[in-house]
């Protein structure tokens, strides 16, 4: 399609990798984070994958991650950390605050935060440097049918409708002098239905119009629809693959014990 | 894979056509029988709940394949049933561009959005692309190309949903008030767009609309609708026939000279406000004062909005200062009525800021035209209803500052009436009251000063209504003056 060359041609970093490489990418990441048991590889991926995420920024990213962002993720993980190291005994006793922390519990700790990590900060990387609409295409060409493609990018276009709806709801509220706590169980109830009910019915509208808009421009006529051109692949994916292979080289180097 | 749809183009046809949904006593519409021939324009107006969406929703195939309805009678669709076709079939042939924009858009960027309809007809690339082009060039939206549907205004939405039913090429199009959310100049190029299509392709176009003056140079027939019925139905080429029909008829205007603006409820000193490094509102000073009304007017995306969120202290301005007067009471009335609703049922929305007598509240939800409706749920209500009910809410607060964001969209004269009484009675009792609407022809009539707020590097202009309108005469900016549009 001639618009999506143009803006496949100005496009920089990890944006102007199509989406097959940016799921190769994605693969290699979560191979790290899933398969090889190195918390030096697994640290210097999640490094590298955070560089990469400072890098590309915008609006999309911010529709991602939402009022609550990669913050309450570091903050979990860090919880998950100090769980596993008070709760596993194994490895010998390093020290003691209250209870025994012992080099297994570290370990144990360290790996499960930075898999939790790295799954996260990866998938939100690849959200938001992937266009949903290229995905879906991408999707449907593989021979996914194109109604579940759809599904996928209309899920993505709730993201910043629930986000903005919310900060309406919550400005009415300040406007209306209405003021939600949830210091008590009748306060949480009102809470969720003076913010929670009017977002949610707001949704559940709109979820009826698209369809009815959807339909009422041939979606589900035939069995197949028109695909955008294909997109020639161009260096930057050609080094994604490559990334990919080295990755997972790495991931079978560690598995293996030999490196890292 | 894909077919050809192979239509044709026949008429439009309802015969004895009723339809009644579940939780309604009444019928939306009675026993309806009309006809429309290829390449016809009709006009279709009425009041608020008339029938008017549901009955482009059934011409549409929408009710009752996906809103469930009882429907009797029939409707024929280019010879096909519509009641028994899906709407992605009859959709090879007709195009509905619904009222709200906002909830028309279904992927994340202008282009796709245009695209899709051309998409799922399996036409090639290039037509696609083609197609693309010139719904973007006829609706006047070639610079939103690349942008992201999310980031649009409301009337560039209202622009993208119209552009990606054109780019289907249905042979009959329905428009369910395509202009509402348009600035003066965007509602003149889409009903200047739509005589072209209609002198160029002679497809059949029915709109419904409550300004028929623009669409009289295509000589509508116009079909006026009440309870349900066309109850009115002939051809109209002047505005005297608009006359008429009961038509046109004037709006009650403020008190001339009986404005008593004491001090100001809420000042602006050299504002700066930009978004995303787009300058929104550059260098604008402003006070609104007790007793006056304020309207403002200007293109989409001009900053009128923005101005309500920063006079109710929703935003922080870059630059400039913002002085609110001791104890002012602000009422702020949204754009989307849904999302300033709370509770369960109406009366207890109304009683969010204490409680009602039975009598208070009686003559409350009759004044707003909501009588009967008080244990019923807000969000069942029409947008109409629901836009009476915040506004009845908001003046229940006394508000000292009054800030209204398009309250007049989807209100029939009726009900305008109604909002316009609520605005002069709060200005009697001192509020100051920022009015924002397209509506020019109300500005004029309700306001005692209006603001003309200008794209960026247009500028803006703030004075007495004769002064702004001869200034924007002199401008060539006409469809910002009420004669414009004095027939509407």
């Known amino acids: 399609m001639k618009a999506l060359s143009e803006r496949r041609g100005k496009l ?21 984070g899933l398969v090889s048991p190195s918390l030096w590889l697994k640290g210097a991926v999640l490094c590298i994958v955070l560089l990469l995420l400072s ?16 913050k309450f993720v570091f903050v979990f993980a860090f919880i998950l950390f100090i769980a596993q190291a008070l709760s596993v005994r194994e490895g010998s006793l390093l020290f003691h605050v209250g209870v025994p922390i012992t080099s297994g519990g570290l370990r144990a700790g360290g790996a499960m935060a930075l898999r939790f990590l790295l799954i996260l900060t990866s998938s939100f990387l690849f959200v938001t440097v992937t266009d949903p609409d290229r995905l879906a295409h991408s999707l449907i060409r593989w021979g996914i049918p194109y109604r579940f493609g759809y599904a996928f990018v209309l899920s993505l276009r709730f993201v910043p409708f629930f986000r903005n709806e919310l900060r309406i709801v919550r400005e009415a509220q300040q406007i209306r002098g209405i003021r939600t706590s949830v210091r008590s169980l009748s306060r949480i109830r009102r809470a969720v239905r003076f913010t929670f009910i009017p977002v949610l019915v707001s949704g559940l509208m709109r979820v009826d119009s698209i369809a009815m808009s959807m339909k009422g421009r041939a979606f589900g006529l035939h069995r197949t629809r028109t695909s955008p051109r294909f997109v020639k692949l161009g260096a930057a994916d050609l080094l994604a693959a490559v990334s990919f292979g080295v990755l997972v080289a790495l991931v079978a180097l560690s598995r293996k014990g030999s490196w890292p | 894979m894909c077919s050809s749809s192979g239509a044709d183009a026949p008429p439009v046809a309802f015969r ?76 090879e042939g007709i195009g509905l561009v619904q009222q709200d924009p906002d909830a028309q858009i279904c992927t994340l960027r202008v282009r796709q959005e245009i695209a899709f309809g051309p998409e799922n007809l399996c036409l090639p690339i290039d037509e696609v692309d083609r ?10 939206i070639e610079h ?11 009337g560039e939405k209202q622009r993208l949903a119209i552009a990606s039913i054109l780019a289907m090429a249905p042979e009959i199009l329905v428009l369910d008030e395509p202009t509402s959310s348009l600035d003066p100049l965007g509602a003149k190029q889409i009903f200047d767009t739509l005589s072209c299509l209609q002198q160029e392709t002679s497809r059949t176009l029915l709109v419904i609309e409550h300004r028929l003056a623009p669409l009289l140079p295509m000589a509508p027939r116009v079909w006026v609708m009440d309870g349900g019925r066309i109850v009115l139905r002939r051809p109209t080429r002047r505005r005297e026939d608009l006359v008429e029909m009961g038509l046109r ?87 989307h009525p849904h999302q300033q609703i709370f509770e369960r049922t109406v009366r207890r929305e109304l009683e969010i800021d204490g409680s009602l007598t039975d009598s208070e509240q009686s003559d409350l939800l009759k004044g707003a035209r909501l009588a009967g409706l008080g244990e019923a749920a807000p969000l069942s209500l029409s947008m109409g209803e629901q836009r009476r009910l915040t506004m009845a809410a908001t003046l229940r607060r006394d508000p000292s500052l009054l800030l209204l964001d398009e309250p007049f969209i989807g209100q029939d004269r009726r009900n305008v009436a109604w909002m316009i009484g609520s605005i002069l009675t709060a200005r009697e009792r001192g509020a100051a009251t920022v009015l924002v609407s397209h509506d020019v022809s109300l500005v004029s009539a309700l306001t005692d000063r209006i603001l003309y707020l200008g794209k960026e590097g247009e500028g803006s202009i703030e004075g007495a209504p004769s002064v702004v309108f001869d200034y924007l005469r002199r401008s060539g900016l006409t469809a910002f003056t009420p004669e414009f549009w004095e027939a509407t």
């Open chain 1, 12 to 32: 920089t970093g990890l944006r102007g990798i199509g989406v097959e490489g940016n799921l190769l990418l994605l693969a290699g990441f979560l191979a790290v």
């Open chain 1, 55 to 70: 890098r590309s920024g915008g609006p999309k990213q911010q529709a991602v991650q939402g009022p609550i962002g990669l």
């Open chain 2, 16 to 91: 004895d056509l009723s339809v009644r949904f579940p939780d309604r006593l009444d019928p939306a519409l009675r026993q309806v029988t009309e006809s429309v021939a290829a390449g016809e324009v009709v006009a279709i107006t009425g009041p608020s709940g008339c029938g008017k969406t549901t009955l482009a929703r059934a011409l549409a195939g929408f009710i009752p394949a996906l809103i469930p309805a009882e429907v009797e009678g029939e409707i024929r669709v280019q010879g096909e049933d519509a009641r028994a076709t899906d709407p992605s079939r009859l959709a």
């Open chain 2, 131 to 140: 197609r693309v082009d010139e719904a973007l060039r006829l609706v006047g």
């Open chain 2, 144 to 154: 939103l190309v690349s942008r992201e549907t999310t980031t649009l205004s409301g």
């Open chain 2, 249 to 335: 008829v004037g709006w009650p205007r403020r008190p001339e000279g009986a404005s008593a603006a004491g001090r100001p409820a809420v000042e602006l000193e050299r504002i700066h406000f930009d978004y995303g490094g787009e300058a929104i509102l550059d260098d604008l000073s402003l006070a609104v004062r007790s007793g006056e009304i304020l309207g403002v007017i200007g293109p989409n995306g001009s900053g009128k909005t923005t101005l309500l969120r920063l006079l109710a202290g929703l935003e922080r301005s870059q630059e400039g200062a913002i002085w609110r007067a001791d104890g002012v009471r602000v009422g702020l009335l949204f754009q």
